[in-house]
């Protein structure tokens, strides 16, 4: 059974740039032909899907954090890692990893905590 396991700090302050490493266990980032998102939700929201990296190394993006957001991966680690430069206090989120079903050319994410597999979620606070 696929596990993901969110990485990072919790706490960032206003304009620095936030890191989160997603790890992988029970199955491989490069299986084809799943994708690997980041997915957030703020107090009082809804999912956010944010962006995504493919089983080949393809990445996807949010349109409206598209600026600010890059996803890479480590295939020898297993792991996956979200960058969103210059965050605000409006970045304060939940945010999650998760194997979901993503179509790229929609570039469509399912947000269903009912639907793929999902980190258990990392608090980040945006304060200075």
């Known amino acids: 059974q696929i596990q993901l396991q969110e990485s990072g700090p919790g706490l960032v302050k206003p304009s620095e740039t936030l890191s989160l490493t997603c790890t992988v266990s029970?199955?491989?980032?490069?299986?084809?032909?799943?994708?690997w998102s980041w997915i957030r939700q703020s107090p009082g929201e809804g999912l956010e899907w944010m962006g995504a990296?493919?089983?080949?190394?393809?990445?996807y993006y949010s349109p409206s954090l598209r600026s600010r957001t890059s996803i890479s991966r480590d295939t020898s680690k297993n792991q996956f890692t979200l960058r969103l430069d210059f965050v605000a206090p409006e970045d304060t989120a939940v945010y999650y990893c998760?194997?979901?079903?993503?179509?790229?050319?929609?570039?469509?994410?399912?947000?269903?905590?009912?639907?793929?597999?999902w980190g258990q979620g990392t608090q980040v606070t945006v304060s200075s």
């Open positions: 990296i493919s089983y080949g190394g393809s990445t």
């Open positions: 998760a194997r979901v079903p993503f179509d790229p050319r929609t570039e469509v994410a399912q947000l269903s905590r009912d639907h793929g597999s």
């Open positions: 029970g199955g491989s980032i490069t299986t084809r032909f799943y994708y």
